[in-house]
């Protein structure tokens, strides 16, 4: 939005801007801010950035801490949900005394995971688009503690809701797993939706469109179009915050969590890629023998599934993401492509037949991940099968223009599976990382805080938990 801090200075003034919030994220893509009054935004804002404890959101031990949030003016916008006007920026994470690059910041790997495709050579431009699938409940009622663990989820939506009169009933229900494309009355979120795209558009992000997904309470999806790396991770934090917020508004509660409830579907994010070199897609090639992919779009797919079990330590970073990838849904749960199969965990869209459309769709991601991580490794996978002339038609990686749930055994023991558990997947990760620190992109201290953190605050975290379905198992043996 802005380029010089004159152009800022200029806007705060002609609108009457009284705070400026610096947003920024930590380790696991979670959205911090801090906010200064506007009258003191100055170049020295820029140059120097806003104080903070890093050792507060698990960036650095509490002995060094001290790290400043560095605006990036072209991320400028108008926050929506303060009732004191409000300038917002992302910003990226530096060190505090030399505002060198801290090697961890998210934005940062983002970065520079942009400027190693352009040396490489490949494209000059990575473009990403992820579909928003998340759930709008009326209420969660969240329990933790010793002798009581519980959560009760109501939804005007639910059958369940509304057979026990929990939300009042008009006589209209949707039926489990029915929820794809239903119109009004059934779609009971349509004006809940249409207020936060109207949010999203007024914030300068450009939505495709929005519907009602699979999921029959509240489930629901918005999609928006292909830019470039770090501007679309940037582009999700907001709309995140726009989602959460703007429901919270008008009394809804959003999850994008993966998997909210048994037996319905599970909320993915579909990321849709494709590279440019000189304003051209690399991926599209008129005479490809397979739905007009390039050999420069075939061995990314080749890099992407080479490394899709290492992958998934970061594109499915929760004990959660493991109860969406399971047979018998949409989610995938084999490493393999193929043209508009949505078994597949790279599906080529069928409806993208012109070169300005052509791309692949990385299906196995969910929001548990730090988005910035999660494409920079996705593309770094991609570059490392460029590089490395992987074909995935060579390595059992298909195409297989069948549903693989349904498969020949002889077919189906020749596919790589995506990793059952959030411990299986950091395993994975552990043993394939070299290709993520390419160009210095990603680092071996990265990788490493990451698997101890999900592996301790998460994985044995749940795992050290009696769950209540257990109660039902095994308390009367």
Known sequence: MFKKTEDVRSFIKKNDIRMVDLKFADLCGKLYHITIPAKNFSTK??????????????????????????????????????????????????????KAEFRMDPRTIAQKAENYLKKSGIADTAYFGPEFE????????????????????????????????????????????????????????????????????????????????????????????????????????????????????????????????????GSGMHVHQFLKKNGKNVFYDKKGKYANLSKTALYYIGGILKHGRALTALTNPSTNSFKRLVPGYEAPVNLFFSLANRSAAIRIPKYAIKEADK?????????????????????????????????????????????????????????????????????ALKKDYEFLLKGDVFSEDLIKSWIDKKMTDEADAIRNRPHPYEFQLYFGV
């Open 134 to 265: 998340f759930y709008i409940f009326d209420k969660v009622i969240l329990e933790n503690e010793p002798c009581a663990t519980s959560f009760k989820i109501i939804c005007e939506e639910s059958i369940a809701g509304r057979e026990k009169g929990i939300v009042p009933s008009p006589g209209h229900k949707m039926l489990h797993k029915q929820g794809y494309h239903q119109a009004p009355p059934l779609d009971a979120f349509y004006n809940t939706r249409a207020n936060i795209v109207e949010e999203i558009e007024k914030y300068g992000i450009s939505v495709h469109y929005h519907h009602h997904e699979v999921g029959a309470p509240g489930q629901s999806e918005i999609e928006i179009d292909l830019r470039p790396l770090c501007e679309v991770a940037d582009n999700t934090m907001a709309i995140k915050y726009i989602v959460k917020n703007m429901a919270e508004k008008l009394g809804k509660v959003v999850t994008f969590m993966p998997k909210p409830l048994y037996g319905e579907a």
């Open 359 to 427: 791309r692949l769709e990385y299906r196995p991601p969910d929001f548990t991940c730090n988005i910035y991580y999660c494409l920079a490794a996705l593309l770094m996978a991609g570059i490392d099968g460029v590089k490395n002339k992987i074909d995935p038609t060579k390595n059992h990686c298909g195409p297989y223009d069948i549903d693989i749930f349904n498969a020949p055994e002889s077919i189906k023991n020749k596919i790589v599976p995506l990793p059952v558990s959030l411990e299986e997947s950091l395993e």
């Open 45 to 98: 804002t820029v140059k120097e950035g806003i104080g903070f404890d890093g050792s507060s959101i698990g960036f650095k031990a509490i002995e060094c801490g001290d790290m400043c949030a560095m605006p990036d003016l072209a991320t400028g916008a108008l926050d929506p949900f303060w009732d004191t006007p409000t300038l917002s920026f992302m910003c990226n994470s530096v060190e505090a005394d030399t």
